[in-house]
């Protein structure tokens, strides 16, 4: 994961940047000041990281679970917990088949 994310850096450090400093200025609000800067960051890292296109596809129920649920949850995005773990579990499972796949 620590690799991916230093792609992403890499490869999107502007992106991430302007993200970042949109959720930081726009803390009780980012989910929806941010819409732009969030977007522009997935088509970069989806189009420049292999594996995150690879997971995106492969983890989309679990995704699309927990972004309903911030949706629902924006003053207390702690209650999506659950939905945040099934993201991981899945996401590392994901990778690993990736990583299987690439060594061929």
């Known amino acids: 994961m620590n690799d991916t994310l230093d792609q992403v850096r890499e490869k999107c450090g502007a ?3 302007t ?3 949109c959720v930081e200025n726009n ?3 980012w989910d929806k000041a941010c819409l732009v800067q ?3 960051l997935t ?3 989806e189009e420049n990281v292999g594996v995150l296109k690879y997971v ?3 983890c989309t129920k679990q ?3 927990y972004d309903e649920c911030i949706a629902v949850n924006t003053e207390n995005p702690h209650d999506c917990i659950a939905a945040l773990k099934e993201i991981y579990y899945c996401t ?3 990778m690993k088949a990736y990583q299987a796949s690439q060594s061929k």
């Open 56 to 58: 995106k596809k492969q």
């Open 19 to 21: 993200y970042q400093d």
């Open 27 to 29: 803390p009780h609000t």
């Open 92 to 94: 590392e499972e994901s």
């Open 15 to 17: 992106q991430l940047q």
């Open 43 to 45: 088509v970069c890292s």
């Open 63 to 65: 995704i699309n679970a």
């Open 38 to 40: 969030k977007k522009a």
